[in-house]
Every structure is written in C-alpha cells, then in structure tokens.
C-alpha cells in the first residue's frame, strides 16, 4: 500500500494543481491512456507545457508514465494522503455542505476514513447534541472542540499516513452501536455498482459501518465514477443516498435507478 511521503506534504500544502492541471487530470481519467500529443491538443498548448505539467504530477504520483503516453497510478495502491486533500477540493466542500444541511440535530452517525467525510465533519461543526462515532482522527479533531456533540474514537492501529484508525478491535468497536446514518467515503464505484477501496483493513472497517447503520450514505466527487481499485466493499445495493459533485455517466445512473438510490448532486 502507498506509504506516507512527507516530501509531498509541504508541496501540495502550498501549491493546489492549477486549472490546466485538473483538466489534465480529468483527461488522463477519461481515456485510462492518453498521449503527451493527444493531451496537448485537448487542452489546447504545447507538448513542452504538457510534458512540464506530466513531470511535476508523476513527481508527486498523481499520475504514471506509461509506454505510449500517461496513464493513471495502479490500482493495487492510493494517491497519497495529501494529494487526495487538494484533488477535487472544492466539490468536496461542496458535497460536505450538502450532506451537512441533510444532516437532523440530535442525531447518531458514524463517519469514516476519507478527505471527503472530512470535509462533512467541517461542515457539521455548528450543529447540536450528535453523536458521533469515528474511526477518523482527523474527523475527531475536528468537531471534538464543539460542547454539544458528543464525539466517540474507535479504538485500534493508527495509520500515520491519513490518522485513520484500522483493525479488528475497530470492528469489534464499531459493531457496539447502531446509528442513525452511516457517512461513508470510496476510492471506487464501478459502472456495475461495485465500491471498491485499496486497503483492506479500510473496508472491513467500511463494511461494518454499513451493518450498524440504519441508513447508509454515500460521498463522492465524479472523480471515483469508473475509476479502478483492489479491493470490493460493498454495492450500491447497500447505500440508501449518493452525494456527489456531477450527475452520474448514464451506465452508472442506470443501475442507481434500478437500486433506487437517491441521487444528491451538490450545487
């Protein structure tokens, strides 16, 4: 699994991708492959300013050279921690706003490992008397300030790399208590309707978090529509509301609708 690089932490702490580089990004996702020549042509500037902008993003792994052009990373691992911060960041706070406002005072959720469920846990911060169950460091710090919620930490093996909080004694933890809603993150949903995430301890983790909640919510940038992971959590089956950033591509809003998922696009 890909390891915490503190190298990257300063630099994408200071520097967010640029527009041309998140349009590159999202170039590279729709096709899989794509060559230095097609990607210069799409965005409309030399190959010189494309290979500059593929150097500066394989650098910090975001994307891969391939033979024949760029590619995105392998399946079998994540972008790091500190990337996935600063990728796609505003639709993020967009789609933790949104969950937020759907969000009842007085409820019980559990929140898991993600930028994404972190960017809800920013926007739940001036609401009252929740109850909140995490396996998220960062989720605790971050509403554990505020008297009127009560913030409760799974126990188990702290990973440095995302301060997430992974393990059987996080299950056995969890499977204690039954919440309102379950607000849960994913590398991954397959145009079948398979979730999928890198790390295994992660998605046992994510699996009981679905089995203890009355409800499940889903949240995702566009990002993750199509994109390859390792291993299956779960399906969409199991997931009572999606929030996300963009409507989903039609092969993929076909089996939401056949789930009957609601489908929450947050403006």
């Known amino acids: 699994m890909f390891e915490f690089d503190h190298r990257c932490y300063s630099v994408f702490n200071r520097k967010m991708l640029n527009p041309r ?14 060559s230095v020549e097609e990607l210069a042509q799409q965005l409309n500037v030399t190959t010189q300013t494309v290979r500059r902008d593929v150097k500066a993003m394989v650098d910090e792994s ?21 990337q996935r911060q600063v990728m796609h960041a505003e639709a993020k706070r967009r789609i933790g706003r949104t969950v937020a ?20 846990a920013q926007s739940l911060q001036k609401h009252k008397n929740l109850h909140v169950v995490t396996n998220n460091l960062n989720v605790a710090t971050t509403l554990g300030s505020n008297p009127e919620l009560e ?18 004694a996080t299950i056995d933890f969890i499977r204690q208590f039954k919440v309102d809603i379950g ?15 890198f790390d295994a301890r992660e998605v046992k983790v994510a699996q ?24 299956k959590m779960a399906h969409l089956s199991q997931i009572d509301v999606l929030f996300t950033d963009a409507p989903p591509p039609p092969e993929l809003a076909k089996v939401l609708a056949e789930t009957e ?5 947050a403006k």
């Not at 406002?101 to 809800?120: F, Q």
């Open 208 to 231: 009981t978090i679905i089995e203890q909640s009355r409800q499940v919510w889903l949240v995702a940038d566009a990002s993750k529509f199509g994109r390859q992971a390792l291993v």
């Open 183 to 197: 607000i849960i993150g994913i590398s991954s949903i397959e145009m079948d309707g398979v979730l999928r995430d």
């Open 151 to 168: 913030v409760i930490i799974a126990g188990g093996v702290v990973r440095p790399r995302d301060r997430g909080v992974v393990g059987e």
């Open 21 to 34: 580089q998140q349009t590159l990004l999202e170039c590279v996702r729709k096709h899989g492959t794509i």
């Open 101 to 120: 406002a759907r969000v009842p005072d007085g409820c019980s959720l559990i929140l898991n490992l993600g930028t994404t469920t972190e960017e809800v």
């Open 261 to 265: 998922v609601e489908v929450v696009i």
């Open 62 to 82: 975001l994307l891969a050279r391939y033979h024949g052009g760029v590619g995105l990373l392998s399946s079998t691992e994540n972008i790091a921690y500190p």
